[in-house]
């Protein structure tokens, strides 16, 4: 049991590692990390001097969850610097025990 559990980490850890994109995933991962900032902007008060003062912005628009006695999530996000994405990544995490259900983001 205990080799499961590290084999399962180190899957974990090695697909957390900064995401390579392709064009087409880069922009559709940018449109969503626009539509998450003028909501954040929008919704949150003093946003805009956040998002102005801070050095870079890791913005996951969506994480999907669902579980039930194993549970799983996965996202995919960008990392933005003066405004333009620098990088992209991608997390994702296990979990076991007692649960049941499933989560799609808003």
Do not use: C, W
């Not at 995401?19 to 559709?28: F, G, L, N, V």
């Not at 998002?51 to 996965?74: D, N, Q, R, S």
């Amino acid at each position: 049991m205990l080799a499961h559990r590290l084999i399962l980490l180190l899957f974990l850890f090695t697909l957390s590692s900064p995401a390579i994109a392709s064009a087409t995933d880069a922009k559709a991962i940018d449109a969503d990390v626009d539509v998450t900032l003028k909501d954040f902007s929008e919704k949150v008060t003093g946003s805009e001097d956040f998002l102005k003062t801070a050095k870079g912005i890791l913005v996951f628009p969506a994480i999907y969850k669902a579980g039930f006695i194993f549970g799983a999530e996965y996202g995919n996000g960008a990392l933005r610097v003066n405004g333009k994405s620098v990088d992209y990544y991608n997390t994702v995490a296990a979990s076991f025990g007692f649960q049941i259900g499933a989560k799609r983001p808003r």
